[in-house]
């Protein structure tokens, strides 16, 4: 096993990519300890890349790119405007609101950043907001794109921890909304106490019905969506691809036909986005069958209940991992290594998978607005120019309702369990 | 671009002048050749790409529009998603495109960078050609066994590893080259996430 470890180590320190680190310690494992074995091993690559379920990867992503166009995501800013435009630090919490509709839409949070943070920051800024509390609320609000449904980082989960992808997408409302709630209120707190505009938005009910009737077959979109998955409508292969169909729909009679012209390279970076994933996918079944043969998730699990932690202290100590393990290694990358090492001893604690799954996105979204690895600030860099460091001191005020619904999510379940227990019982 | 002087790694030192002696004035071809190479492959994912949504939306309509379906559908989609997965992570190498930890290499000085970043590249050779040889007694013994409902032989399939890893092995070999050849832009070694 030390072989295993200390393979991968190395070979991540040296920037190898982590699929293949992952496929090269696990060569080396199988011929220095289970020699009998390696003939298996690219059968259980194959199995890795064969499964009807994450055809719905490379789907819901080029979703989220279809979407991801300026005529929807100004249409999104005008409705979250309209409702709350007019209060202290306006344009702060419409990038809040606008982040948690687009999360529903896109499922991606750097899509996110880069789409609503091209439109808004340049504008809060001639507004008179500090860039990096600019660049900040809209680094944090992102992260809502992965836990608020439907989310690419809650499909991989459930295709590793083999759980429904209806309950996880139903798991992630309460607390996505809880994290708009709180950054909501701190934009809010902040606002007040430094003097922040508010914008001058028409607040009639003809201004409301024109802004919802304007948005309205861009925001169904995620209901749809969940919808279909949480009623079992359609698989949520099945579903992703529909989605993509609506989106082009919406995208060529709202955008015109640029969304058309732009399909085939949104469709290369889909499927090439999901092939480097797929890969990781692939090497860690070597990687998930080293740990069954060494027994590592059992030995964890007995580790665990020799130490007599409860579920919550239990799930406490998992999410402070998670945050550091999410401040080095991409979320995709990070739900395939820690799922099949922590998934089990937690779940022998009595913790759910659906509330494991949501507890390990939320806190790797965090990870994704941290550095030295954070993909989100690095979208938002290259969007503001801004150093990584200025934009996490912006954001870490707003990070700081992410962590404490993190915290909330471990101790009380039922703010993760209880929408996905009202359909599945 | 940023061109390297590697002299300062002493494995580089022995390993460049050959490449240059051998390949230097095949540099502009094989430059050409991973470009076109690499374009071309991503052409060949993005058509198998459109035909798995096309097929996967079409089975949705025909199952509540017609109460119908297309005899080996979801399996034709399954393998269409293999196989550019498959020849998307070949062509990811090319466009240095993997997901790979770079922070700490990024820290050591530039000539060592190039240094780690070759090395990688044919670790990662390494891993595919055992992919590919492992590949071949696995599709002797279990290919000719037919694929159901669609009665092909799972062999072609299976192909995808192999063929990937061919690929991949290509690509590694081409990168490394044009690297130690001064013909790669070596700031971003490996692009980060989307």
Same mark, same amino acid.
């Given at each position: ?35 009998? @074995? ?7 690559? @194959? ?134 709630? @709180? ?243 | ?194």
């Amino acid at each position: 096993m030390a072989i295993l470890l200390i393979g991968l180590v190395i070979l991540l320190g040296l920037g190898v990519p982590i699929a293949y680190s992952l496929g090269l310690s696990s060569l080396l494992y199988f011929l220095i300890e289970r020699p009998m @074995f390696v003939g298996v091993i690219p059968q259980r690559v @194959f199995a890795g890349f064969n499964s009807y379920a994450l055809i719905s990867l490379p789907l819901f992503i080029l979703m989220g790119l279809v979407m991801n166009s300026g005529g929807i995501t100004a249409r999104l800013i005008d409705l979250a405007m309209f409702f709350v435009g007019r209060m202290k630090g306006g344009l702060g919490l419409v990038n809040v609101v606008a982040s948690m509709i687009f999360g529903g839409i896109s499922g991606s949070a750097s899509s996110d950043t880069a789409s609503i943070g091209s439109v808004l920051i340049p504008e809060m800024e001639r507004r008179g907001y500090p860039k990096s509390f600019a660049a900040g609320i809209t680094v944090a609000s992102s992260t809502m794109g992965m836990i608020i449904p439907p989310s690419v980082a809650m499909v991989i989960y459930a295709i590793v921890a083999q759980e429904s992808v209806g309950q996880l997408f139903l798991g992630g409302v309460i607390p996505g909304i809880m994290v708009g709630v @709180f950054q909501l209120s701190i934009v809010w707190y902040l606002s007040r106490k430094r003097g922040y505009p508010t914008e001058d938005v028409p607040f009639t009910l003809a201004e409301g019905w024109r802004q919802t009737k304007r948005s309205a077959v861009v925001v169904i979109m995620p209901l749809m969506i969940v919808g279909s998955v949480v009623l079992g409508i359609a698989t949520p292969t099945e579903t992703a691809g529909m989605a993509v169909l609506y989106g082009l729909v919406i995208g060529v009679f709202i955008v015109g036909l640029s969304s058309l012209r732009e399909l085939p390279g949104a469709m290369r970076s889909a499927i090439i986005t999901s092939a480097k994933i797929m890969a990781i996918v692939a090497f860690s079944q070597l990687y998930i069958w080293v740990l069954a043969l060494e027994r590592i998730p059992d030995q964890l699990a007995d580790f665990v209940a020799a130490l007599g932690l409860g579920p919550e202290l239990l799930m406490l100590v998992i999410a402070l991992i998670i945050l550091i393990a999410g401040t080095f290694i991409d979320v995709g990358p990070a739900i395939l290594l820690l799922t099949p090492v922590f998934l089990p001893a937690a779940q022998d604690s009595g913790v759910s998978a659906v509330q494991f799954g949501v507890v390990l996105v939320s806190g790797l979204a965090i990870g994704g607005c941290t550095p030295p690895v954070g993909n989100i600030l690095n979208v938002c860099a290259a969007i503001t120019r801004m150093s990584i460091g200025e934009i996490f001191l912006g954001a870490a005020p707003f990070l700081a309702a992410n962590v404490l619904v993190l915290a909330l999510c471990c101790i009380f379940p039922q703010l993760v369990l209880w929408i996905p227990s009202l359909f599945f019982g | 671009m940023v061109l390297t002087d590697l002299s300062a790694i002493p494995w580089v030192v022995i390993v460049e002048p050959w490449c240059n002696w051998l390949l230097g004035p095949h540099m502009n071809f094989l430059f050409k050749f991973d470009r076109a190479l690499a374009r071309y492959l991503e052409w060949v994912i993005v058509a198998l790409f459109a035909v798995f949504l096309v097929l996967t939306c079409l089975l949705v309509v025909l199952r509540y529009g017609f109460q119908s379906s297309i005899l080996g559908g979801n399996e034709f989609v399954t393998i269409a998603f293999i196989f550019t997965s498959a020849l998307g992570g070949a062509v990811g190498i090319s466009k240095r495109e993997h997901i790979a930890i770079t922070v700490f290499i990024d820290m050591l000085p530039h000539e060592l960078r190039i240094g780690a970043y070759v090395l990688g590249l044919a670790l990662v050779a390494v891993m595919n050609a055992a992919l590919v040889y492992l590949s071949y007694d696995w599709i002797v013994r279990t290919g000719h066994n037919p694929w159901q409902p669609i009665n092909v032989p799972q062999g072609i399939f299976y192909a995808a590893i192999p063929i990937a890893g061919a690929l991949a092995i290509l690509f590694c070999l081409l990168k490394i080259v044009l690297t130690l050849g001064g013909r790669e832009n070596t700031e971003t070694l490996w692009l980060p996430e989307d």
